[in-house]
């Protein structure tokens, strides 16, 4: 299974991205599906998560400017980014969590992508 995440870019703060993540491969029995990001020299933390069902969590700086979505048919989940802000530049990473057919857990990530919101 690979995570193909895309998107990230320069924009100018203000402005709007949409970041994209396609799961490729055989899986199945997705439950979670995330993006995190990792700012430079900091830890990586939650930006936004979607569960089976559609209930959403995101994490408190985001709240109210980014939309996480998904599209189950294609395995792909988005992360729609309104009103960023210089403190959002980070590497985002997009996240699966689920039960495969065996009945055993898989956490998968993507390579990541680079955001950078300049002021």
């Known amino acids: 299974v690979q995570l193909q995440a895309s998107g990230g870019g320069l924009v100018q703060a203000g402005g709007s991205l949409r970041l994209s993540c396609a799961a490729s491969g055989s899986i199945f029995g997705i439950e979670v599906m995330g993006w995190y990001r990792q700012p430079p020299g900091k830890e990586r933390e939650l930006v936004a998560a979607?569960?089976?069902?559609?209930?959403?969590n995101y994490g408190d700086s985001v709240k109210g400017r980014f939309t996480i979505s998904r599209d189950s048919a294609k395995n792909t989940v988005y992360l729609q980014m309104n009103t960023l802000k210089p403190e959002d530049t980070a590497v985002y990473y997009c996240?699966?969590?689920?039960?495969?057919?065996?009945?055993?857990?898989?956490?998968?990530w993507g390579q990541g992508t680079l955001v950078t919101v300049s002021s």
């Open positions: 996240n699966v969590l689920g039960v495969s057919a065996a009945d055993l857990q898989y956490d998968y």
């Open positions: 979607i569960i089976n069902g559609g209930s959403t």
